[in-house]
């Protein structure tokens, strides 16, 4: 256990071996993806579904941080399970190279579901999905130097205006910004630790260039 010596100092062996029946999907491996497959792809979970039919273009590079300029043309999932099994070993890492409709009727068994898509008719999928195996999912989206975040359990997403939107410019480090908040729900989520569920967190720097967080309540069922 001299790997997790940091986390089992946080919640103890036994949270950390609990991590190990727990499994999870990842729903795009872009951005928020692969900064997410980073962070919880090593520290301990059981099992990780990685999904994303698309390939590493050349722009997505700066701030898609599984890929270098040698995995040009590859298949993100594929390249960040890779980048996962040199982290750590001892997991076991799924890849589907196909969307999510294809992948929501392989009734996959998850404990969580992390969004990591740029698609908010893709996240309304996500959330019918979840509310139909009964599982939790996490929200994340960024834009620019703002993101927001939400951990869906009783909430329905359908309170989003359901729109197909092409994101504005968006600079690296907000993305990992916004992935660093979801992987701290999932981490905390999936250890039995407390979390606020059904609350939209909008994170944003202001034209000052201070960092700032709203948080809302969202409608339940």
């Keep these: 256990m001299d790997y997790f010596k940091r986390q089992i100092e946080l919640w103890g062996e036994q949270k950390q071996h609990s991590l190990k029946q727990k499994k999870i999907a990842i729903i795009g491996c872009g951005g928020l993806g692969s900064s997410l497959a980073l962070s919880l792809g090593s520290s301990g979970i059981g099992e990780i579904d990685l999904v994303d039919f698309d390939k590493v273009a050349f722009h997505n590079i700066h701030r898609q941080i599984t890929f270098s300029l040698a995995n040009e043309n590859e298949y993100k999932s594929l390249v960040t399970k890779k980048v996962l099994q040199k982290r750590f070993a001892d997991i076991k890492i799924n890849s589907f190279e196909i969307d999510f409709l294809e992948y929501s009727k392989k009734n996959r068994n998850v404990d969580l579901i992390l969004d990591a898509t740029d698609n908010l008719a893709v996240r309304g999928l996500i959330d019918k999905f979840s509310k139909s195996q009964k599982t939790p999912w996490i929200y994340g989206s960024v834009e620019e130097f703002n993101g ?9 997403f359908g309170a989003f205006q359901i729109t197909d939107k092409t994101p504005a410019g968006i600079a690296s480090p907000m993305v ?26 909008y994170l ?3 034209k000052f260039g201070e960092f700032k967080m709203q948080s809302f309540k969202m409608p339940t069922d």
């Design 148 to 156: 927001q975040v939400c951990f869906f359990d009783k909430s329905n």
């Design 204 to 206: 944003f720097f202001d």
């Design 176 to 201: 990992m910004n916004i992935a660093s908040f979801q992987a701290n729900l999932a981490i905390r989520y999936l250890v039995d630790l407390p979390v606020k569920k059904d609350k939209l967190y």
